[in-house]
């Protein structure tokens, strides 16, 4: 064991025995541990990151898939890695992950850390950490009540890159809000270099819309989704940057994943959705600056498991039930296309909670487009929640048929419904806490093995 200081010492053992308890007692226990660290050592992260190669992800959408991703493909490349795969991405989450990880009798060798940041607590980790590689998915409205304006949330991300200035930024370069920096970091962008759809004009409620140099609305060779996309400013000149990683073409999309072509090669990305098209570039482009080889990363991408509530896909009673994360509109809107490209007849279930980690203000679902889904076969649509009585209105604004919602106000009527809905599969959308709420109910019904 390396020599580290006794208030170090004494804050990672009563930590792992904390962890350890509750792991018995309540399955869980991903936060409190590293609090109790705090308090014996206040840079307690200083001391058990120190022989990590680590790649920090954060972003408003796809930080929990892109990390599973990046993960999976260190480890398919035979390296010895370790990532927060709880979810649990502020300080006290990635403390526990590594104090879990600590090796208190033996060298602590060189290994890799693929760790999932929230976007507010990065200028903390990056205080005492100082990584390979940060990177950075997208900026998009997202609990405005806790991160306001994503100029808010810009800004913090760009305070703790500040703070280790020569870690090397893999940025969405689609993302009009992270070119240009002010940086001296070394910065290395991914993006799309041909459109999925054509399309060229952003949706009136969409993101970022105006020049972060002169406050010009951008224009745009073509738009992915909500404000990503190959934009430039008329005005002023200010224009995407140069890409080194580049989706090609997308040569299939459907919903088991999606075939694409990542800088003239093809690569099978088994989730779901374009929006996870941007996760597969990403972890692609993190391990190409990983000096992993393409085949490494085309294996790991195909066999990519889910991540806890990220298009999970569960059996009830032999009926398979896909749950799906949604958080903010721009989110939204890519799960509800993701539905889409299902043509069976399905069930709906939708759940919205307004917890602190939901955020409080439910308003943002009338910016979600769920017109869209007048389309689909659906025979369910069941709704829960702490606010389902709000997403039942929007919803029957949206025109869906208000005979097949079953409002499901307790947590019995909830299981009832997925265990008796029509068809064998069922789409559940659900807000943070909801998802964990229902994970819960469904490891107690012994229908998930595994909680955390």
């Given at each position: 064991m390396s020599k580290i200081k006794i208030n170090s010492l004494l804050g990672i053992i009563t930590s792992k025995l904390i962890l350890k308890t509750s792991r018995l007692l309540f399955k869980g226990g991903s936060n409190f541990p590293g609090k109790i660290a705090l308090l014996f050592d206040k840079h307690i992260l200083n001391t058990v990151s120190k022989n990590y190669i680590t790649i920090l992800v954060t972003g408003t959408n796809g930080k929990t898939t892109t990390t599973s991703m990046i993960y999976s493909i260190i480890r398919e490349s035979g390296k010895e890695v370790i990532t927060n795969d709880t979810g649990a991405n502020?300080?006290?989450?990635?403390?526990?992950?590594?104090?879990?990880?600590?090796?208190?009798?033996?060298?602590?060798?060189?290994?890799?850390?693929?760790?999932?940041?929230?976007?507010?607590?990065?200028?903390?980790i990056t205080e005492d950490l100082s990584p390979s590689i940060i990177t950075v998915t997208n900026l998009f409205r997202d609990q405005m009540d806790r991160y306001g304006e994503?100029?808010?949330?810009?800004s913090k991300i760009l305070q703790g890159i500040a703070k280790t200035p020569t870690t090397?930024?893999?940025?969405?370069?689609d993302e009009s809000l992270l070119g240009k920096l002010e940086v001296s970091n070394p910065v290395v962008y991914y993006g799309f270099s041909k459109a999925i759809k054509e399309n060229t004009k952003v949706a009136v409620n969409a993101d970022s819309k105006f020049c972060k140099v002169c406050k010009n609305p951008y224009e745009y060779d073509f738009v992915t989704y909500n404000h990503l996309g190959s934009y430039y400013c008329g005005k002023c000149g200010y224009k995407r940057p140069e890409l080194k990683y580049t989706v090609n073409s997308?040569?299939?999309?459907?919903?088991?994943?999606?075939?694409?072509?990542?800088?003239?090669?093809?690569?099978?990305?088994?989730?779901?959705?374009?929006?996870?098209?941007?996760?597969?570039?990403?972890?692609?482009?993190?391990?190409?600056?990983?000096?992993?080889?393409?085949?490494?990363?085309?294996?790991?991408?195909?066999?990519?498991?889910?991540?806890?509530?990220?298009?999970?896909?569960?059996?009830?009673?032999?009926k398979e039930v896909k749950?799906?994360?949604?958080?903010?509109?721009?989110?939204?809107?890519?799960?509800?296309?993701?539905?889409?490209?299902?043509n069976k007849p399905i069930n709906l279930s939708v759940m919205l909670n307004d917890n602190y980690a939901d955020g409080t203000d439910v308003s943002?679902?009338?910016?979600?487009?769920?017109?869209?889904?007048?389309?689909?076969?659906?025979?369910?649509?069941?709704?829960?929640?702490?606010?389902?009585?709000?997403?039942?209105?929007?919803?029957?604004?949206?025109?869906?048929?208000?005979?097949?919602?079953l409002l499901c106000e307790n947590d019995e009527s909830l299981i009832s419904a997925l265990k008796n809905c029509s068809n064998n599969t069922?789409?559940?959308?659900?807000?943070y806490t909801a998802m964990l709420h229902l994970r819960k109910l469904l490891h107690n019904e012994g229908y998930i093995q595994k909680l955390w």
């Open positions: 502020m300080n006290t989450g990635i403390i526990t992950c590594f104090i879990s990880n600590y090796k208190l009798f033996k060298e602590n060798k060189k290994k890799y850390a693929v760790i999932e940041v929230d976007e507010a607590y990065l200028q903390t994503v100029y808010t949330t810009y090397k930024l893999i940025l969405n370069g997308v040569l299939e999309l459907n919903p088991e994943g999606s075939t694409v072509v990542l800088n003239d090669d093809t690569y099978f990305i088994n989730q779901a959705g374009e929006y996870n098209i941007y996760n597969g570039l990403c972890a692609y482009s993190v391990g190409k600056e990983l000096d992993i080889d393409n085949e490494v990363i085309k294996a790991s991408l195909q066999k990519q498991s889910t991540s806890f509530g990220r298009q999970e896909t569960i059996l009830i009673d032999g749950i799906i994360l949604v958080k903010n509109p721009a989110g939204y809107d890519q799960a509800l296309n993701t539905i889409l490209l299902d943002w679902i009338w910016d979600v487009n769920f017109e869209k889904l007048s389309t689909l076969h659906t025979e369910d649509i069941i709704i829960s929640g702490t606010r389902l009585y709000d997403m039942a209105v929007r919803l029957k604004v949206a025109g869906l048929p208000k005979d097949k919602f069922t789409y559940i959308l659900a807000t």
